[in-house]
């Protein structure tokens, strides 16, 4: 028996190193993580991932992180997203959505008064059950897998911040559109479901657009089939690419000294009180988050906690040997 190899090189990643956020108007009838597949291919980048998951039916923004992006996602998620979506009364879908299958018909069609008057219930901090066809796990296994076996899927009610709803348009007596501004993990197919019971008919959600994820907005956004071309195509640019800090924009930054960045860099923590005046007002001081900048480069995440200003993520981008991104606290 021959000895173990101790000395096997490393596999070098394949393609190129890319940092930064590619917003991608998503098309219906794909899913994310495919088009971030297509997307990572025509890059040919070595890493890649979304910040936001869209059903397949839906379309609009979804962010693409590339290589030190990634570590950013977690924030960017956190962000405010908006949304219209199209609901259509008297027909109940197992999905929620045009593509499942009738579970239940009503005839009855709200007015748009009648519409009006329970959405006030669904504004604010509320709890909402997500769809039985969702990346939800129950016992160890995703809902949508549990729920394409035929099993009854119960999924206990969770926290989600609605911060607006609307009705912005009636097409027809069997449709409403909505928008939507909300905090993460709200599901716009349950939204269109419950709302449809709360006036005493069913439906589900005939189409659905993102139109903000966070910083990112609708003209950011580039249309898929530009990015893709065709096989002759040659590679998508580098400088369509936004700059990994563009996910941490709406994040408030404080300005840090010397000393300071020495010591957050160290992962010490700075009292509260040698940055009084300098906090901006918008940050939370139990539990926010701020951007630690040193003139004009980012430091990291800091989160004000008991007193503190803790550093949470170093990110150090425009770092003279490049751009990195170290972990203090995973939790």
Known sequence: MSPPNRHRPHKKPKGRVLDGWLIVDKPSGIGSTDVVNKVKRAFQAQK???GGTLDPLATGLLPVAFGAATKTVPYVMDGTKSYHF???FGEARDTDDADGKVTATSDVRPTDAEIEAV???FRGDIMQVPPAYSAIKIGGERAYD???EGQVVEIAPRPARIDRFDLIERPDIDTAIFHVESGKGVYMRSLARDVAKAVGSVGHITALRRLRVGPFRQEHAISLDSLLGTGDTPLPSPDLLLPVTTALADIPALAVNGEEAARLMQ???ISLVDLMG???READPEG???????GERLLGLCRLEGGWMQPERLIQLGHPDGPWIQVRDET
């Not at 926010?288 to 040193?294: I, K, Q």
């Open 48 to 50: 890649a991932g979304h």
């Open 86 to 88: 199209t609901l259509k």
């Open 119 to 121: 959405l006030p219930a």
């Open 146 to 148: 549990l729920a394409r």
């Open 267 to 269: 992962g010490q923590a």
């Open 278 to 280: 300098r906090i901006p």
């Open 288 to 294: 926010g988050l701020l951007r630690a900048m040193a």
